[in-house]
């Protein structure tokens, strides 16, 4: 128990699990209908990237970003979403 949790404290990988979180949060968010105009989802830095097939979507997406990223914080916590880049 003690092992997983020194383990578990380990900066880069408490983040990556963080990002994985993100991650998975995205794509619950953006829905199915959405996610098939996506070519990629990826986080960096605090940073969400999605990159998308279509600009009808990526400016849809770019109306949303502030919404989006207040819905993944209040589910991840700790503010860690900092901002979306659209591709």
Do not use: H
């Amino acid at each position: 128990g003690t092992v997983i949790k020194k383990i578990l404290k380990n900066q880069k990988l408490e983040g990556r699990l963080k990002e994985l979180d993100v991650l998975k949060l995205s794509e619950e968010l953006l829905g199915k209908n959405l996610m098939k105009y996506i070519k990629d989802l990826s986080v960096k830095n605090g940073t969400l990237i999605i990159k998308v097939k279509s600009a009808a979507v990526r400016n849809e997406l770019s109306y949303q970003k502030n919404e989006i990223i207040n819905k993944i914080n209040k589910q991840a916590g700790n503010g860690f979403l900092k901002k979306i880049v659209l591709k």
